[in-house]
C-alpha cells in the first residue's frame, strides 16, 4: 500500500511488514474467528451473489453457475407487470405512514416517562409497554384477529353496545393500513424508549436548573433542552428508518393480509414471497429483492451525506 | 425547593391517567384471551368484557396440551432454541473476541466485512435457493443455521470484550497461555452478562421464528410451534377433526376457546421468563444501539 508504516501493525491493517509473523502469532485469534467468518461468507455473502440470478432466468437443474444470462429481462417482467406499481405504492405509503406515526411516539413516549416522578410507577410501566416487543407476531396476530372478529370481537363488542353496526376491519381496504400502523406501535414503541431515555438521562440537571430560574416551563425545557439534547440519536434512527422504507413489516402483513385486502396491502417482500417462492420464479423474485436491497443502500447513502451536509453526525 | 406550579401539577396528573391507561391497554387483551381461553364456550359466545372467565373451564386447554401437533411444535421449537442459541452465542462470541484485539492484522477488513453484512443482503430468495442447495430443506438446521449469527450481537459482544482490561490477558500470558485460553479460561467467564444478553435475545428470536418454517420446512410434522400456532389460529376446527375431535359436537370448547388456549400456552414461556430477564435485554438494547 503506502510507505512508512510502522514495523508493528497496530491498527489493524493488513499492509506493513511483519505481517506473516503476526499472523502465526495471533493463529489462535484467527481460529476463533474462522468459524463465524466462514458462516457469514455462507449464509450472507454467497446469497449476495447468487443475486445474479436476477439477471439470469434461473433454472433448477443447471444452478446458478449454468443458467442464462438474460440482462434486464426479468426487471423488465418485473416493472411492466399489472401489480408492480400498486405493490410499490402500498410500499412506500405503508411506510411512511408507519414513519409519520411511529417513529415520533417512542420519543414523545421517553419525554413522558422520564417525567414519572416515583421510580416504582415508572419502572412498572416500561416493564409493561416492553412486553409487546417479545411476543411474537402470529401471536399478536391472533390477538389481533381475535379482538377485531366481526362476529364476537371485542372492539365490535363496544361498537354493538353502543348501537353501531360492526364492521370487518381486517377486511375493509380503508382500515387495513390504519391497523398495520396502530398495531406496530403498540408493539414497538414501548421497546423504542430504552435508547431515547438512555441519551435524556445523559443530560446535564444543570441546563435545566438555569432554565427554571429564567422562568422556562415544563414544555419549554423539553423543547429547548432535552429534544436537541437527543438529536443526534434521533438523527441516526430517523435515517435508519428510512433506509428501512421498503421494508413495511413483512411478517405482520403477511400474517395480517387476506385476498380482500391486497389491493392496499401487498407490499414488495409478499409479492417476493409469493412470486419468488411459491409460484417459483426465483429470478423474478430475486429481481424484486435486489431492488429493494440497491434501493435501500442509496437512501441510506443519500441520507446519511445530507445529515452530514448540515453538520451533524452521521451513521458513518 | 421549587414548587410545582398548578400548570405542572396538572401535567403531572395527566401524565399518571396518560400511563395508566397506556398499562391497561397492554395488558387487557391478553388478559381477555385469557379469561376467554378459561371460559365455558357457549356462555362466552355472547361476547363481552370478560374481567373474570363466563363459566369457568379447563377443557379447551385439556384439548390443545393433548394436542399432537402442539406438543410436536413444542418439541421442534424447544429443540431449535436451545441448539440455536448455544450454538449462536458461542461462535459470535468467537468471532467478536477475535475482532476485538486491535493486534490483529486486517482486523478492520473483517468488522467491515460484518459490518456490511447490515447494509445488503441477498435476500429472500437466494437464502432460500441456498439452504435448498446445501440439502438442508426440511431439517432442523434449515430452522437453526439461517438466522443464527448476526452482526448486530457479534458488535455487542465485541462492545464487552474490548471493555475487558489488558492486564488480565497479560496475566494469563505470562503464565504461558496462548489466546485460547485467554478466550476460554478468562474472558468467557468474565462475559457472563453479555452471554445472557445475547444468549436470551437469541433465544427470544428463535422462539418467535415463523417464517424459516414457512420457507423451509414442507413436512408439517416438523412444523416449528409459531407455524403449528398459526395454523390453528386460521383454522382450529379442521386441524382438530384431523385429530378425531369434532368441535361441533364440543359443549364447553369451541374454535375460540381452543384458539385462545393455544395462543395462552405459547406466550407462557415468555411470559414466565420475562421478569427475570428484561434487566438483561434493556442493558443489551442499549449497548447495541450506543455502539453500533
Same mark, same amino acid.
Given at each position: ?89 402500498? +410500499? /412506500? %405509503?405503508?411506510?411512511?405512514?408507519? $414513519?409519520? !406515526?411511529?417513529?415520533? &411516539?417512542? =420519543? #414523545?413516549?421517553?419525554? *413522558? ?13 416500561? +416493564? /409493561? %409497554?416492553?412486553?409487546?416487543?417479545? $411476543?411474537? !407476531?402470529?401471536?399478536? &396476530?391472533? =390477538? #389481533?384477529?381475535?379482538? *377485531? ?29 390504519? =391497523? ?137 | ?292
Amino acid at each position: 500500500m503506502t510507505n512508512g508504516w510502522k514495523s508493528k501493525s497496530k491498527n489493524g491493517s493488513v499492509a506493513g511488514p511483519g505481517l506473516v509473523k503476526d499472523v502465526i502469532r495471533d493463529r489462535y485469534l484467527y481460529l476463533l474467528l474462522l468459524p463465524g467468518l466462514v458462516y457469514l461468507i455462507i449464509f450472507r455473502y454467497v446469497p449476495m451473489y447468487g443475486l445474479v440470478i436476477a439477471f439470469k432466468d434461473y433454472n433448477i437443474l443447471m444452478g446458478v453457475m449454468k443458467s442464462p444470462w438474460v440482462g434486464l429481462l426479468q426487471f423488465e417482467r418485473l416493472f411492466r407487470g399489472p401489480d408492480f406499481l400498486q405493490i410499490l405504492k402500498n +410500499t /412506500i %405509503i405503508i411506510s411512511t405512514y408507519k $414513519i409519520i !406515526w411511529g417513529f415520533p &411516539a417512542p =420519543i #414523545i413516549l421517553s419525554l *413522558l416517562l422520564n417525567e414519572l416522578k416515583n421510580i416504582y410507577f415508572k419502572r412498572f410501566t416500561q +416493564t /409493561i %409497554i416492553y412486553l409487546p416487543h417479545f $411476543i411474537s !407476531w402470529v401471536i399478536f &396476530a391472533g =390477538i #389481533i384477529m381475535i379482538f *377485531l372478529n366481526p362476529v364476537d370481537g371485542f372492539v365490535n363488542y363496544v361498537i354493538r353496545t353502543f348501537g353501531g353496526e360492526p364492521v370487518s376491519f381486517l377486511t375493509e381496504p380503508k382500515y387495513f393500513r390504519a =391497523i398495520l400502523v396502530i398495531t406496530d406501535i403498540y408493539k414497538e414503541a414501548g421497546w423504542g424508549t430504552i435508547i431515547y431515555l438512555a441519551a435524556i438521562s445523559g443530560v446535564n440537571p444543570s441546563l435545566y436548573e438555569a432554565a427554571v430560574m429564567d422562568g422556562a416551563n415544563k414544555f419549554r425545557q423539553m423543547w429547548h433542552i432535552t429534544l436537541p439534547s437527543i438529536r443526534p440519536v434521533v438523527i441516526i434512527l430517523f435515517i435508519l428508518s428510512l433506509g428501512n422504507i421498503l421494508e413495511a413489516g413483512f411478517m405482520q402483513i403477511f400474517l395480517l393480509y387476506n385476498p380482500l385486502v391486497m389491493n392496499v396491502g401487498d407490499v414488495i417482500d409478499t409479492y417476493v414471497y409469493r412470486r419468488g417462492i411459491v409460484d417459483a420464479s426465483y429470478s423474478l423474485g430475486a429481481a424484486a429483492g435486489l431492488f429493494k436491497s440497491v434501493i435501500a443502500l442509496i437512501i441510506i447513502v443519500l441520507a446519511n451525506r445530507i445529515v452530514k451536509r448540515f453538520g451533524e453526525d452521521g451513521l458513518w | 425547593m421549587i414548587r410545582d406550579t398548578t400548570g405542572e401539577k396538572m401535567f403531572h396528573m395527566i401524565n399518571h391517567i396518560f400511563m395508566t391507561l397506556l398499562i391497561v391497554l397492554m395488558i387487557y387483551p391478553f388478559w381477555y384471551i385469557v379469561m376467554y381461553s378459561l371460559s365455558n364456550s357457549k356462555l362466552a359466545a355472547a361476547g363481552g368484557l370478560f374481567l373474570v372467565p363466563k363459566g369457568f373451564s379447563l377443557e379447551s386447554y385439556k384439548t390443545m396440551i393433548g394436542n399432537v401437533s402442539f406438543l410436536s411444535g413444542f418439541k421442534v421449537s424447544a429443540i431449535v432454541t436451545v441448539c440455536g442459541t448455544m450454538f449462536a452465542t458461542f461462535f459470535t462470541a468467537t468471532t467478536a473476541y477475535a475482532i476485538s484485539k486491535k493486534r490483529l492484522r486486517a482486523r478492520k477488513f473483517f468488522t467491515f466485512l460484518i459490518l456490511f453484512t447490515m447494509l445488503f443482503h441477498g435476500g429472500m430468495i437466494p437464502t432460500y435457493l441456498l439452504v435448498k442447495q446445501l440439502g438442508l430443506l426440511d431439517s432442523y438446521l434449515a430452522l437453526i443455521l439461517p438466522p443464527a449469527i448476526g452482526a448486530w450481537n457479534i458488535l455487542v459482544m465485541r462492545s464487552f470484550f474490548v471493555g475487558i482490561p489488558e492486564e488480565l490477558e497479560e496475566a494469563a500470558k505470562m503464565d504461558g497461555a496462548s489466546d485460547l485460553t485467554v478466550f476460554f479460561r478468562v474472558v468467557l467467564p468474565l462475559s457472563k452478562a453479555v452471554l445472557a444478553t445475547v444468549g436470551l435475545f437469541l433465544a427470544v428470536a428463535y422462539w418467535n421464528d415463523f417464517f424459516s418454517t414457512i420457507l423451509y420446512i414442507t413436512d408439517k410434522n416438523k412444523w416449528a410451534l409459531q407455524a403449528v400456532l398459526r395454523d390453528i389460529i386460521n383454522n382450529a376446527a379442521t386441524t382438530l377433526s384431523s385429530q378425531g375431535i369434532s368441535l361441533g359436537f364440543q359443549q364447553e370448547i369451541s374454535e375460540s376457546t381452543v384458539k385462545m388456549a393455544s395462543i395462552v400456552v405459547a406466550t407462557l414461556p415468555i411470559l414466565m421468563v420475562y421478569p427475570f430477564i428484561q434487566k438483561y435485554f434493556v442493558k443489551g438494547a442499549l449497548i447495541g444501539s450506543v455502539k453500533g
